[in-house]
């Protein structure tokens, strides 16, 4: 897996303290974003307190590749977003790459149960292929597994509310080791708008009652937010 921050909003967190400071003053952003004299104070506040509208002002586009279609899956249920998935009609998938559960690692005599199982379902599409079947129909015996890649572009907003579903330590593995990495890179690039990113735990108690895992992402909390 691979994730990229591709590009995103320059200056987003002034840009959002200015946004928010505007509600309350007779002066527009335009004139506060160059004049606002503490903007990461007054974006903490306001984020604190869970007011996030601000922050859908702030967009972020990552390229992620090398996941499973598993994966993309369930990342396009976060429908206030935006995506281009890599086509598996137009694109001849040759090469049988795929992802690997560290689970089936670990149990003797499940990988090669696994990588048999992949590689007969490569050779049914080659074949089929073969026979002059059009990729978009070949591909219905391709596996939940097989790889992909996938451009996203998301505001602050949606971002914050997938850190709080995908960060969680009961989210499938495999997206929240996504969600991580794509949290890493927005705290690098707006360290004020995700002081808070991530799980629930990260900002009080957990919401899932007794499915609770019992151990708070405490990785995840910044100076900033404590």
Request: proline content about 5%; hydrophobic content about 40%.
């Amino acid at each position: 897996m691979k994730v990229t921050l591709l590009a995103h909003t320059p200056d987003a967190d002034r840009i959002c303290a200015a946004a928010a400071r505007s509600c309350y003053s007779d002066k527009p952003s335009s004139t506060l974003v160059e004049t606002m004299k503490n903007p990461a104070k007054m974006l903490a506040n306001v984020v604190s307190m869970g007011h996030h509208s601000v922050i859908e002002h702030a967009t972020f586009t990552f390229c992620i590749e090398g996941v499973s279609r598993s994966l993309t899956h369930q990342l396009v249920r976060h429908r206030i977003a935006s995506f281009s998935q890599q086509s598996q009609r137009y694109v001849s998938l040759q090469e049988a790459t795929y992802v690997v559960p560290d689970s089936v690692m670990e149990v003797e005599g499940a990988e090669e149960i696994y990588r048999n199982a992949m590689d007969a379902a490569w050779k049914a599409y080659n074949d089929l292929e073969a026979l002059g079947i059009l990729a978009e129909d070949a591909r219905y015996v391709l596996p939940n597994g097989c790889t992909t890649n996938i451009t996203v572009t998301m505001n602050a907003r949606e971002l914050m509310h997938m850190f709080s579903l995908r960060c969680c330590n009961r989210a499938q593995w495999e997206i929240r080791q996504m969600a991580d990495e794509m949290l890493r890179l927005c705290k690098e690039a707006c360290p004020v708008i995700f002081a808070y990113g991530g799980p629930a735990c990260v900002r009080g108690p957990c919401p899932e009652g007794e499915k609770c895992c019992g151990n708070p992402r405490k990785d995840l909390i910044t100076p900033e937010s404590e």
